[in-house]
């Protein structure tokens, strides 16, 4: 069934440059709109082609209704996410770990615009990515688009290891996203796959994702989201 509402709290921890957090929330009430993106992939990886139209509307007109204050336990520190005059939340951040991984994080929003809802997601793994390796900061991802591309990263226990290559340069531009169980180790973007990116500059980004949604009304999605972030930056597609 479509929903005319949806949103997201997503929360993150990291280790790179420093241990740090961060906890957000965003909603949208959308007008339906006939979408011009296009997805295929499989298990695995999903391929998003999207043309840039240049119109500020095209996805539909956007207001920014509120779910109220947003609690999120479970963590090393409590997070509150409160929504300005504009509808848009103040990120919550901090300096250390959020957790490690395994760890129930409990989420629940008081309501408004936005039903009240009340939702949990197990904490993914803190793992780090070990190939490919991370340039150095300001250098580009060096990506060859002709051949598979592996990934590895030391195991963790939950959550699935995302790779996202964003051509955002392209038009239309594309998007590969894969991702794999935490627990393997590694994983492989196939050459089929890596072959539909446009050569140019693009963006990359790896994290370990857990995600759930909860049905905050008939008319209301909201995503959970908890990742480790791994890494990111810019990337060149050759």
Same mark, same amino acid.
């Given at each position: 069934?479509?929903k005319? %509402? #949806? %949103?997201?709290?997503?929360v993150?921890?990291g280790?790179?440059?420093?241990p740090? #957090?961060f906890?957000?929330? %965003? ?5 339906? !709109?006939?979408?011009?993106? *296009?997805? $295929? =992939? &499989? ?8 043309p840039? /139209? =240049?119109?500020?509307?095209?996805? =539909? ?15 090393? &520190? ?7 005059? /504009?509808?848009? #939340? /103040?990120a919550?951040?901090g ?12 989420i !629940?929003?008081?309501?408004?615009? @936005? ?11 803190? @793992? &780090?990515?070990?190939?490919? *390796?991370?340039?150095?900061?300001g250098q580009?991802? $060096?990506? &060859? ?16 290891v ?6 955002? *340069?392209?038009?239309? #531009? ?18 089929? /796959? ?38 990111? =930056? ?5």
């Open positions: 069934v479509a005319s %509402g #949806y %949103g997201s709290v997503s993150g921890t280790k790179s440059p420093a740090n #957090y906890g957000s929330a %965003g909603f949208l009430k959308v007008t339906p !709109s006939s979408g011009s993106c *296009t997805s $295929s =992939g &499989d298990a695995t990886c999903t391929i998003t082609e999207c840039m /139209t =240049g119109a500020a509307g095209a996805a =539909g007109a956007p207001t920014y209704p509120t779910a109220g204050a947003i609690q999120i336990t479970g963590g090393a &520190d409590p997070l509150s996410l409160s929504p300005n005059a /504009t509808g848009a #939340y /103040t919550a951040t300096t250390k770990l959020l957790f490690q991984g395994g760890e129930t994080l409990s !629940s929003a008081k309501g408004a615009d @936005v039903p009240a809802f009340n939702g949990s997601i197990v904490a993914p793994s803190v @793992v &780090d990515l070990l190939t490919p *390796t991370v340039p150095a900061v580009p991802l $060096s990506v &060859d688009g002709s051949k598979a591309f592996p990934l590895t990263w030391s195991a963790g226990t939950t959550g699935k995302t790779f996202t290559i964003n051509a955002y *340069t392209a038009n239309p #531009y594309v998007i590969v996203s894969c991702a794999f169980p935490a627990s393997a180790g590694s994983g492989e973007i196939p050459a089929a /796959t890596m072959a539909k990116l446009p050569k140019g500059m693009a963006s990359w980004a790896a994290q370990n994702l857990a995600q759930s949604t909860v049905a905050a009304s008939a008319d209301w999605d909201v995503q959970l989201i908890a990742t480790a972030q791994l890494g990111s =930056g810019l990337a060149t597609v050759k």
